[in-house]
C-alpha cells in the first residue's frame, strides 16, 4: 500500500490495471526526485519502491543538480518540487523540457493547484501532485506518465478548461513572469524584500527588480496595493496564506 511521506500511514491499493501496467514494463524504471529536503526524497522513494520495486532512483537537493543529472544521465520520469532555493522549480523545468522535451516530469508542490499546476502543465509538466495528498497519486501519476500520458485530476482539468475559456480576458497577474509570480505571492504575504531574496538565494537587488516589474504590470504603485490585489484575486487569504491558486 502507498504511505504517505509524512506520516508513514498506508492508503487503499492500487488498482489491478495499475499493478498490471507497472509489471508489463521488465526495464527497471529509473526516477529522480529533485527536491530540497533530504526527508522528503526518503519519503518520496518509499512510496514509489513498494509499487516500482525494480526501480532505481537518483537524488538531487537544488534545481542546478537535478538539470546536470538530466542531461548527463537517462531518466524514465523526473519528480520536480516546484518550490526549491536560487532556481525554482518551473524554472528547472523550462531547461528540462528544452534540453528533454519527451522527458516526463510530474511537478511537485505543498500548495494547491489553480495556477501553478496551470502554469506548471503549459510549460510541459506532464502532471502536478500535491506532497501533502502523495502515496496513490503519486504512484497513478508516475505509471500515467510512463505511458506517454498526462496525468490530469478532475479538478485539474476543470480549471484547465475555465483558463482556456478566459485565457484572453485573464487577470494581470497572468502576464507576470513565472519568478515575478512567486516574488508577487511572497509580497503579499507582507514579507519584505531582504526575506525574499534569502528565501530564493537571490539578491536583494534581483528581487527588486522583480518588485518594480510586478508594480507596473499590476498597474499597482506599493506593497499595501500588491497585497489588496492578491487577496481580492484570491491569490493569498485572510490569514496570510497562498491559496490554491498560487503556489507551488
Not at 29 to 40: A, F, G
Not at 166 to 195: F, W
Not at 199 to 213: F, Y
Not at 219 to 237: K, P
Request: proline letters at 4%.
Amino acid at each position: 500500500m502507498p504511505r504517505d511521506i509524512y506520516t508513514g500511514e498506508t492508503g487503499p491499493s492500487l488498482p489491478d490495471w495499475v499493478v498490471v501496467a507497472i509489471q508489463v514494463n521488465q526495464k527497471p524504471v529509473r526516477i529522480l526526485i529533485v527536491d530540497d529536503h533530504y526527508v522528503v526524497r526518503q519519503g518520496l522513494k518509499m512510496i514509489l519502491k513498494e509499487q516500482f520495486e525494480l526501480a532505481e532512483f537518483g537524488e538531487a537537493a537544488t534545481g542546478q543538480e537535478g538539470l546536470e543529472m538530466v542531461w548527463n544521465q537517462e531518466w524514465d520520469v523526473v519528480l520536480l518540487d516546484i518550490t526549491m532555493p536560487g532556481r525554482g522549480g518551473l524554472d528547472v523545468l523550462k531547461d528540462i523540457k528544452q534540453a528533454k522535451p519527451k522527458l516526463p516530469v510530474i511537478v511537485l508542490s505543498m500548495h494547491s493547484e489553480d495556477q501553478y499546476a496551470i502554469r506548471s502543465l503549459k510549460l510541459g509538466a506532464c502532471g502536478y501532485v500535491r506532497k501533502d495528498g502523495v502515496g496513490q497519486e503519486l504512484v497513478h501519476a508516475v505509471s500515467t506518465a510512463l505511458t506517454g500520458a498526462r496525468y490530469i485530476t478532475p479538478s485539474i482539468a476543470q480549471k484547465l478548461a475555465l483558463h482556456l475559456q478566459n485565457e484572453q480576458e485573464g487577470p494581470l497577474h497572468d502576464a507576470l513572469a513565472d519568478r515575478e509570480y512567486q516574488v508577487m505571492c511572497l509580497i503579499a504575504l507582507g514579507k519584505t524584500v531582504s526575506e525574499i531574496a534569502g528565501e530564493l538565494s537571490l539578491s536583494v537587488k534581483t528581487i527588486s527588480t522583480h518588485r518594480a516589474r510586478i508594480l507596473k504590470k499590476l498597474n499597482v504603485a506599493n506593497n499595501s496595493q500588491i497585497m489588496r490585489y492578491a487577496v481580492s484575486h484570491g491569490l493569498v487569504d485572510v490569514d496570510g496564506q497562498i491559496t490554491a491558486q498560487e503556489q507551488a
